[in-house]
């Protein structure tokens, strides 16, 4: 067999995708995630705060939904990895002659669809948080959403490599998923006007106008910024690109250099890719 | 031969699971491994099937060397772990089409070699319905189907029979006896005698070193005084009566990921 075998790619992606379509309560962790952050969270803090850079506080955080949900999908379907190897079917395939860039990249691949798919539960409620999403908009967010469901497969793979054991999901979601996407400036802007309470709305066709001249906001608000540290923190992260990358598509909204947030978000699926890769082969033959 | 190996070993941190063990395989010949629980039983056959790398010593499937050249030995076996490996949110039909693109069977022949296969474990009616639910005879017997689907030449099973009923072990044996009438070689590890007596030969393995190894005839006259000794005897004899449980780490090593991949 060749170092390269699109039929194992393929088959395994195929694994990933029945897996996900037969566990309901993954679709339903999406439903629940959506809700509780986009609807519960947006509206409710929304009342407060009411806007930033223009747009409402559920507008403002519905990407960032998305980008849990991506969390959540890629990175199980990489620590998945540790039982399927351990009890599961995986021990059947690593000692099969399946090459290993194909194997990865069938994991890979199947958790980035599935990432794409659970991305697109809060992408779907947009209309209730008044986002309405162009088609042209929706094939560049599912693209973000895959690339980035690509890097985070890799990393959860990655992960998963180089533990001998994951105990509970909690202690990931706690170390790995709530700081990738709480640094991500997924519910708080880099830096932004912020609208608060008490100021008048602004009607939506001289909101239209005001935009057209830059200006996002009137009346009120204020510049917050946040503190060095913690801007150190949210730049080092790759998800932050991602995201903004991902508002830009669902909001016209972004506050990072484009070409910068595509050259992360490529880089790190590739280079979560190429490691994991490496990663399963050295793993194969211990 | 099918399988020659000669001084393999392997060592975990400090333990030696496996120090030094040679034997070889005919084609069309079965050999039982027993030992106590931790003897290094899995560790050999995981070396053999490629998922252990040995630390020393060299060993060859069908003339490819298991460390230099894996997938040439991959494609040559067909493996039964103790637990079941299987993905229960999949079918049969499922299990069987993913393994046959692992091994690379031509497109065109991969639909006929699924319904043989499924046709072989019985599962026919079952053949779409996720493995979830599945008896252990079932999943076993889908497993063996599974593992015999690519045209291996050896056939490597570990403890196969664990938690079957006896006609679920019974229908096991059936098939397992038919494969090696058709001339297939078959490398077990067990802990039930009567198991290792229907093999051609037994090994007796401790502490990481073949004791012993020959027909069931030549260890009993060897180790029990008399061709028609009890062979639970002639292992005792070896094995001593002290329980192992101390030892029964290297087994459960073999199916541990490495805490570091480099």
Redesign the interface.
């Known amino acids: ?1 060749s170092a390269l ?1 699109l ?2 790619t ?3 992606w ?2 990933e995708l ?2 996900y379509l ?2 309901p309560s993954q679709i339903f962790g999406g439903l629940s995630r959506t809700v509780l952050w986009l609807i519960i969270l947006g509206f409710g803090l929304g009342a407060t705060l009411r806007e930033i850079e223009g747009y409402s506080y559920a507008q403002y955080v519905l990407p960032g939904v998305a980008l849990l949900n991506v969390l959540f999908a890629s990175l199980q379907s990489g620590f998945q990895l ?1 039982y ?16 290993s860039l194909s194997v990865t990249l069938g994991k890979i691949l199947g958790g980035a669809t599935v990432a794409v798919a659970q991305g697109l539960i809060p992408i779907a409620f947009a209309p209730v948080v008044g986002v309405q999403i162009s088609l042209l908009a929706l094939a560049g967010a599912m693209a973000v959403l895959f690339a980035m469901g690509v890097g985070l497969t890799g990393l959860g793979v990655l992960i ?6 994951i105990d509970n999901f909690g202690s990931i979601s706690n170390g790995v998923i709530q700081p990738l996407y709480f640094l991500s400036g997924s519910i708080f802007p880099l830096k932004g006007i912020v609208g608060g309470i008490g100021f008048l709305d602004i009607p939506p066709a001289l909101r239209d106008q005001l935009r057209m001249h830059g200006i996002n906001a009137i009346g009120g608000g204020w510049v917050v910024e946040l503190p060095g540290w913690l801007d150190m923190l949210v730049r080092l992260n790759p998800m932050t690109y991602s995201l903004d990358l991902l508002r830009w598509c669902l909001l016209d909204f972004h506050q990072l250099q484009l070409a910068t947030n595509l050259a992360v978000t490529a880089g790190f699926g590739l280079v979560t890719t190429v490691l994991a890769i ?2 399963l082969d ?5 | 031969m099918i399988l020659e190996c000669h001084g393999l070993g392997r060592s975990f941190g400090g333990t030696e699971a496996v120090a030094d063990v040679s034997f070889a395989l005919a084609e069309g010949e079965s050999l039982a491994l027993i030992g106590p629980n931790g003897a290094g039983k899995s560790t050999t056959l995981g070396m053999l099937t490629t998922a252990l790398r040995p630390d020393r010593g060299r060993a060859t499937v069908a003339g490819a060397d298991i460390a230099a050249q894996a997938a040439q030995v991959r494609a040559s076996l067909g493996v039964l772990f103790q637990e079941p490996a299987l993905d229960e949110r999949l079918s049969p039909r499922q299990t069987l089409r993913l393994h046959a693109a692992m091994h690379a069977l031509p497109r065109h022949a991969r639909a006929a070699a699924v319904e043989k296969a499924l046709d072989w474990a019985g599962l026919r009616e079952q053949a779409d319905r996720p493995l979830r639910g599945f008896s252990g005879g079932m999943k076993r017997r889908l497993e063996l189907a599974r593992a015999l689907m690519h045209g291996p030449r050896l056939l490597v099973l570990d403890e196969p029979t664990l938690g079957l009923d006896p006609q679920g072990r019974l229908d096991l044996w059936a098939r397992i006896d038919g494969l090696r009438a058709e001339g297939m070689a078959v490398l077990m590890t067990t802990h039930a005698m009567a198991e290792a007596e229907r093999c051609d030969r037994i090994g007796i393995i401790d502490k990481g070193r073949l004791l012993a190894i020959g027909t069931r005839a030549e260890l009993a006259l060897a180790h029990g005084g008399h061709a028609h000794a009890d062979l639970e005897q002639v292992f005792l004899t070896l094995t001593g009566r002290a329980l192992r449980d101390a030892f029964a780490g290297p087994p459960a090593r073999v199916l541990r990921l490495p805490r570091r991949s480099a």
């Open positions: 067999m075998s039929s194992v393929e088959a395994l195929r694994r029945t897996r037969r566990d540790v399927d190897r351990q009890h599961g079917l995986l021990r059947q395939i690593l000692i099969s002659p399946a090459p998963a490599l180089r533990r001998g054991s490496r990663a050295r793993a194969r033959q211990r």
